[in-house]
């Protein structure tokens, strides 16, 4: 069965399992529990939530060398397009710019629609309380997060490297290290950071065996994290999800075909309508693999056959678009954080909102193309801005869908970068 299913499997069945004992088995207001709600308490806290924990630390497990080796080896590739001029300069600003406007676009989303308001508050009291006492002794619920200031900027630069690795809240720090150090690289021969580069690539590959790992113990670990939620708290947690799915899905597919349809016509001149037709195939295997990794071939391959894109302007935009490009993901952990925020109590600020502009660009340019790659990174995001990781337990289970859904925007933001290129240097595009 693919991991997918499986996955879905463990929400369905963790869901049910939980729903159903908290509607049969919760005590009445002002009764005592009776020994079956304890039994069933007793099984959340000690084997449902640890297994649910055991994935979730795996993810925080690989931030640090996935940080590093992914940033370092994408900022340094685009040390060799420098020697494209124009074209390591047009893409790096087709990737910022177009990741800041999904971003925007999914905090536009999230504030209008207001999914995490939808809790019923007494629900939302119950979940805060039972996501506090896990929330790094930093962060105090129901104050207003930390904003953006002068400060702010400076402070992204770490004075100490490794005590920023360290830290979850100083994410910026350790991802400025690493873009700072992967531009260095480019300025040294080649032939003396050879081995570097070898070297960092092998720890990217094993990080991504053990994000691997993680998403193999997944469908247990969403089973568990739900099932603990939802015994101890009962059907309502779930109602505001369908709204954040909502919000979330339905700001992907707009960013996908009304945001990038709209470049496509004015930057590549060309039919939004033929575009979207010719690119089914590539947008079923984004879907479907869920990494921008796995359909870099395919992405590649719509460029030059579909479109005519010259094979030395593919062969450069693909594989550092599938690194560094991630308008899907981007708008995802706008929205995430946002709802989760609204769920926890944190009012986030128009301040504290630029401020998860800015680290939701930069941890998806830091997310790796594979499934889940987001999810290490999303969890730093959430505790920079004062809400506990620990409440991503609440969007895991439905992340899969939503997972295979914004590595659709991931990959096709790439392929209308190219296009543009293309055209700006003359290339008829094929129709
Ligand atoms: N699965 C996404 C991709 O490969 C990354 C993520 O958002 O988790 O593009």
């Given at each position: ?82 020697a ?23 905090l536009?989303?999230t ?28 962060i105090q ?48 021969p ?111 391959r ?6 005519g ?31 989760l ?8 600020s ?37 809400v ?44």
């Amino acid at each position: 069965m693919p991991l997918s299913t499986r996955i879905l499997l463990g929400l369905l069945i963790g869901a049910a399992l939980g729903v159903l004992g908290n509607l049969l088995l919760s005590p009445a207001k002002g009764e005592a529990p009776g020994e079956a709600y304890r039994l069933g308490l007793e099984f959340a806290d000690t084997i449902a939530y640890p297994v649910g924990q055991v994935f979730l630390r795996m993810l925080f497990m690989v931030v640090v060398p996935l940080v590093l080796t992914s940033l370092v080896l994408g900022v340094a590739g685009i040390g060799n397009l420098r020697a494209l001029g124009r074209i390591g300069g047009r893409s790096v600003a087709w990737f910022v710019l177009t990741t800041a406007c999904a971003v925007m676009l999914g905090l536009v989303l999230t504030n209008t629609l207001a999914p995490g308001r939808s809790m019923d508050p007494q629900v939302a009291g119950e979940v805060r309380a039972l996501f506090e006492k896990e929330a790094s002794s930093k962060i105090q619920l129901g104050k207003e997060s930390p904003g953006f200031s002068v400060d702010t900027l400076v402070a992204i630069i770490p004075r100490n490297v490794v005590a920023s690795a360290a830290d979850p809240r100083d994410a910026l720090g350790l991802i400025f290290f690493a873009i700072v150090f992967g531009i260095a690289m480019t300025l040294v021969p080649k032939e003396r950071t050879q081995g570097l580069r070898d070297l960092l690539q092998g720890i990217y590959e094993v990080v991504i065996v053990v994000l691997g790992f993680a998403m193999a113990i997944a469908p247990y670990g969403v089973a568990g994290l739900i099932f603990a939620t939802t015994f101890k708290l009962g059907l309502p947690v779930l109602g505001s999800l369908g709204y954040y799915l909502v919000a979330v899905l339905g700001g992907l597919l707009f960013h996908q075909f009304v945001v990038l349809g709209l470049l496509v016509s004015v930057f590549a001149r060309y039919s939004p309508l033929l575009f979207f037709a010719k690119i089914r195939g590539l947008m079923v295997t984004a879907f479907s693999t869920s990494s921008s990794n796995a359909t870099l071939p395919t992405t590649m391959r719509t460029a030059t056959e579909e479109f005519g894109v010259p094979r030395e302007v593919a062969g450069f935009v693909m594989p550092l678009g599938a690194t560094l490009n991630m308008n899907g993901t981007a708008l995802f952990e706008g929205v995430s954080v946002l709802f989760l925020a609204q769920v926890a109590g944190v009012e986030l600020s128009l301040a504290a909102q630029l401020l998860v502009i800015l680290l939701a660009v930069l941890s998806a340019i830091g997310t790796a193309g594979v499934p889940g790659g987001s999810l290490p990174l999303l969890a730093v995001v959430l505790e920079q801005v004062g809400v506990p990781a620990g409440m991503l337990a609440l969007i895991l289970g439905v992340d899969r869908l939503v997972d295979m859904t914004r590595t659709i925007p991931n990959v096709t933001s790439d392929l209308v970068c190219s296009l543009w290129i293309a055209r700006s240097q003359g290339v008829q595009l094929k129709q």
